[in-house]
């Protein structure tokens, strides 16, 4: 998918996220460092669903129908052209899908390279290529002709894209001039999740590049240092934590160190990321969540034999046109990391999927085809979420976003 991150793509140092999904609230922030610092940069963020490409795929690839993803509008190009990127804390290249190739007939909002003047394709023998050939998840490579540097993306669900490294002009809202920034030109996709569905989009809050002025008292836990040499499953690229523990209404799950931590093949890491929707957990903690949750439900949720997406298997019947089950009965679930957690509760625990069904919105990564605990945006609502890069840090605190919206002096 795009991907949007202001440390990964040098837009900016700054990220503040602060979405309000479903009614409810989240923030999330890049510490910047203590040199000038430009002023900081508003943006509106959406919510949307976003649909598959009616592309091949894998025959154990998950097709997540109800992908909602946060969203953000910038401008690309010369004269600018408008594009929706997809925030995504846990991609490394930021790309668009440009015009010209198989899969962007099907998408209206494709980037128009040849209608821009300041678009720069990026030769093969570039620093910039040969950077990018480094990097096991995105590697480039030269094309056949060894002029273009080509680039291919793969994700853990099994989508991926291909196309070409380029440099564009990006406008940061008000920003007095644009920034000539490198992406992924995408010509081709294999069932990623590309196009954005405009019909009723939500209004998902503020993203604000720049440092915040709202002082919050924050929990703040290590990100973890990636191991010293490469290992197959771990992700360098990704902001990762320790997680030391699960606990369901109050309750620590029994769970050994060695079920929460990444093993020698790097399997197992704990990454926050705006880029999924919801919370997947490993063999083990999911079965140990999955057993706990329906003890303590039990005679306040009618439990259902179905599973969503295939990766999220309990679920709940509920009367259609009811309201949501009472919330304050259900337990809520804290992620336990070293110094802070991340709590769920209410009507976070569960998500509609039709047709008076619920389901736990912690799913199975194992059945995902996932090797490590990935905390979604999803369960990042109501929480400001730092990401101080200066001192290798996260922080957490609970926020009314929408108050803290229009402090910051942006009303959507």
């Not at 490579?141 to 273009?148: E, F, I, K, L, W």
């Not at 008292?217 to 973890?224: E, F, M, R, V």
């Not at 990401?387 to 402090?407: E, M």
């Amino acid at each position: 998918m795009a991907s949007f991150s202001s440390s990964k793509a040098s837009l900016f140092n700054l990220l503040f996220l602060c979405s309000l999904l479903y009614q409810v609230v989240s923030v999330v922030c890049v510490r910047a460092p203590t040199t000038a610092e430009p002023k900081p940069l508003l943006f509106a963020l959406r919510a949307q669903k976003v649909a598959s490409l009616s592309l091949p795929r894998p025959p154990n690839k998950l097709r997540f129908r109800h992908n909602v993803s946060l969203t953000v509008t910038l401008s690309a190009g010369n004269p600018p052209q408008n594009v929706s990127m997809v925030l995504d804390t846990g991609s490394e290249l930021s790309w668009l899908l440009c015009s010209g190739g198989s899969s962007s007939s099907t998408n209206p909002l494709a980037f128009e390279p040849r209608s821009s003047t300041s678009f720069s394709p990026i030769p093969c023998s570039s620093p910039t290529c040969r950077a990018q050939a480094r990097d096991p998840r995105a590697p480039a490579a030269c094309d056949a002709g060894g002029r273009v540097c080509d680039v291919s993306v793969s994700y853990a669900d099994g989508s991926s894209s291909e196309g070409a490294l380029a440099s564009d002009l990006f406008r940061l809202g008000d920003a007095a001039a644009p920034l000539r920034t490198v992406f992924g030109c995408m010509s081709s996709a294999r069932d990623a999740a590309l196009l954005l569905l405009h019909l009723r989009p939500r209004r998902a809050g503020v993203l604000l590049l720049g440092r915040s002025p709202l002082p919050l008292p924050l929990n703040y836990t290590p990100l973890s240092r990636p191991p010293p040499l490469p290992l197959p499953y771990f992700d360098r690229a990704a902001y990762s934590v320790r997680l030391l523990g699960i606990r369901v209404g109050g309750a620590l799950l029994p769970l050994p160190a060695s079920a929460l931590a990444p093993d020698h093949t790097g399997a197992g890491q704990t990454m926050v990321d705006s880029g999924t929707q919801f919370t997947f957990l490993l063999g083990d903690a999911y079965a140990a969540l999955r057993a706990e949750f329906l003890r303590r439900t039990r005679g306040v949720l009618r439990p259902l034999d179905y599973a969503f997406e295939g990766a999220f298997d309990l679920c709940f019947r509920t009367p259609e046109g009811a309201a949501a089950p009472a919330t304050r009965r259900l337990p809520a679930v804290a992620l336990e990391l070293e110094g802070a957690e991340v709590a769920v509760e209410g009507e976070r625990l569960l998500y509609e999927v039709g047709n008076g069904v619920r389901c736990l919105t912690f799913g199975n990564a194992d059945l995902a085809g996932i090797s490590a605990f990935v905390i979604g945006h999803h369960h990042q609502q109501n929480l400001w979420v730092e990401y101080d890069l200066d001192n290798a840090r996260l922080g957490f605190a609970p926020v009314r976003c929408d108050l803290a919206t229009q402090r910051l002096g942006l009303l959507l």
